[in-house]
């Protein structure tokens, strides 16, 4: 059995979340991951989750995509995880709160969250222990909702080295991880410590980049995915990759073509062991 790859919601940004799933399956894929947008704010669904997950599940039933993950960010700061003040920490537990009955409505693998961004004017250890007692609370609030709970580490986050990330996973028990190259090949890491961190990943995410730029058309870019599917099928990984191009101005994001780069992203990954 080959691994099997999907594609993410942020991949077709002016899209409606149907007309995704409807994309998706016209370029094949299965699998769909979620996250914020026009029609998917997660302030909205965390006020009536199962409501919300009714209209999911009547696209899943139209198009038979099926939803793997969702990364809902607080929509006024996306890595509003170690925000200083108490009072936003509290709201955006709310929101995840509401986000884990939607995913277990859904039957959604799991929930990815930002580990949280830096502070400047902060020490960093008080901003990593903020990260830590939220993750704590929303990976134990998940078990409680039969939903796993994992962190994407990113740029300009607390986890944004391999050594943080596995930090952060030591002190919180439970947490997963979604997996994702470009924001650490962002800083010009290399390979080997970058797989330190495969045998902890329960999903992953995948795009081209290169040192300097987190997202760079499939030709430009230094990721070995060849390398690292080898390393996932020897690993016997079981769950689901999805390709993630997307259109920000975030890290400059804007700078691809995201429907092209997916496809040819695609179809190497076919060659090695993906499936559609």
Not at 22 to 27: D, E, I, K, S, T
Not at 191 to 198: F, G, K, N, P, R
């Amino acid at each position: 059995m080959g691994i099997r790859l999907g594609v993410h919601k942020w991949t077709f940004p002016a899209a409606s979340c149907r007309e995704a799933a409807q994309l998706a399956r016209a370029l094949g894929f299965r699998y769909l991951d979620l996250g914020n947008a026009p029609d998917l704010d997660p302030l909205v669904i965390a006020q009536d989750p199962e409501r919300a997950a009714e209209r999911f599940q009547a696209i899943r039933a139209e198009t038979g995509i099926q939803f793997v993950d969702c990364f809902p960010q607080w929509p006024a700061d996306p890595f509003a995880t170690t925000h200083p003040d108490p009072a936003v920490r509290a709201a955006i537990r709310r929101m995840v709160q509401g986000m884990l009955r939607f995913a277990q409505a859904l039957g959604l693998s799991g929930l990815t969250l930002s580990p949280g961004r830096r502070w400047p004017g902060e020490p960093f250890q008080a901003v990593f222990q903020r990260a830590v007692d939220e993750l704590r609370w929303a990976v134990e609030a998940g078990q409680r909702a039969g939903v796993a709970v994992r962190i994407e580490p990113h740029i300009e986050s607390v986890a944004w080295t391999p050594e943080l990330t596995l930090a952060l996973l030591a002190q919180v028990p439970g947490l997963g991880l979604t997996l994702d190259h470009s924001h650490f090949v962002f800083h010009g890491l290399v390979y080997e410590d970058i797989a330190v961190l495969h045998p902890y990943a329960t999903h992953w995410h995948a795009r081209q980049a290169r040192p300097g730029a987190a997202q760079a058309r499939f030709a430009e870019g230094t990721i070995p995915f060849d390398r690292i599917f080898q390393d996932l099928q020897a690993q016997g990984y079981g769950g689901v990759v999805c390709l993630e191009y997307v259109h920000g101005a975030w890290m400059g994001q804007d700078n691809v073509d995201c429907l092209t780069e997916t496809i040819r992203l695609r179809d190497f990954l076919l060659t090695w062991g993906g499936e559609v």
